[in-house]
């Protein structure tokens, strides 16, 4: 069996942008690189995040993306793809949104993390990138996967991403959809509202949804 292994390590700065008169700034390009770094309670403490109220914190200390999508998109666009469309801090191998389940608990090197919530991209992906990345990230269900810091420590290349223990049988993907369809089933709702490994963010957006 092929193991989950760390294949690329990213860190951003803000940096400003303008489209037409709209001037912003964000942090979503991730263009530093590394071998081997430090996780501390909210990630790599190089990596900045524009906008907080959406962004980093402990509950998303760090974002974990996968390269599955790899072959994907270069068989759709017949190009190369830059490893950093995804935002990721993190992008491993096998893993995705389909079976990477909340509340999962991983360990890479000396470090656990906690699977809290899926990142919601927004319209900037298209400002950043171009407007097919953004297309492609969300037809795709690429949003990857927040997390937060259990244990602080150091990771490299190639370490192993091992599954410690499972809380829930709630994938990542799920969770997008609950968001998207404004819609929820009562039963799901209280878990994911009761579970503690839950981001708040979370909670707060899927009380937005139809109970059904």
């Known amino acids: 069996m092929t193991p989950i292994v760390v294949q690329y390590i990213f860190s951003g700065k803000t940096q400003s942008y303008k489209i037409k008169e709209k001037e912003f700034q964000s942090a979503y390009l991730k263009r530093d690189t590394y071998d081997t770094v430090y996780i501390g309670i909210e990630g790599i403490k190089e990596d900045q995040q524009s906008d907080k109220r959406y962004?980093?914190?402990?509950d998303k200390a760090l974002l974990i993306s996968s390269t599955n999508y790899f072959k994907t998109y270069e068989e759709e666009f017949h190009?190369?793809?830059d490893e950093t469309i995804f935002s990721a801090n993190i992008l491993v191998n096998k893993l995705d949104e389909s079976s990477v389940c909340v509340g999962d608990i991983y360990s890479i090197g000396s470090v656990q993390l906690q699977v809290t919530q899926p990142r919601q991209p927004c319209w900037k992906i298209g400002a950043v990138f171009s407007n097919?990345?953004?297309?492609?990230?969300?037809?795709?269900g690429a949003t990857g996967w927040y997390v937060k810091v259990l244990q602080e420590g150091s990771i490299k290349l190639q370490d192993n991403m091992m599954l410690l223990t499972k809380k829930s049988n709630i994938s990542i993907k799920?969770?997008?959809q609950y968001l998207e369809s404004k819609i929820i089933d009562k039963n799901i709702f209280d878990?994911?509202?009761?579970?503690?490994?839950?981001?708040?963010?979370?909670?707060d957006d899927i009380k937005k949804c139809k109970i059904v």
Do not use: C, P, R, W
Not at 132 to 140: G, R
């Open 132 to 140: 097919k990345v953004s297309k492609f990230i969300k037809q795709n």
């Open 55 to 58: 962004h980093g914190g402990v």
């Open 174 to 176: 799920e969770m997008t």
């Open 191 to 203: 878990e994911l509202l009761d579970a503690d490994f839950v981001a708040q963010s979370y909670k």
């Open 79 to 81: 190009e190369t793809i």
